[in-house]
């Protein structure tokens, strides 16, 4: 996980990167408490390799929509 973040490391994705390397700390509890916590993991990091991966293509080719 630390190499897919430095990889995609950029100021434009610095918040990104900075809520990936803080997901583990969510992990916390007993039990059901913690298997919980292991789902909003999965489902969060997903969702945040999917937004930076969406900043990575805007910074290669550019925005280009118009504003």
Do not use: W
């Not at 969510?26 to 990091?45: A, M, P, S, W």
């Amino acid at each position: 996980m630390v190499e897919e973040i430095l990889q995609a490391l950029t100021p434009a994705t610095h918040e990104l990167a900075v809520t990936i390397a803080c997901l583990p700390d969510h992990i916390r509890g007993y039990e059901q408490i913690k298997l919980d916590n292991v789902t909003f993991y999965r489902d969060r990091l997903n969702e945040i390799r999917r937004e930076l991966g969406n900043a990575r293509l805007i910074q290669l080719h550019g925005d280009s929509r118009e504003f």
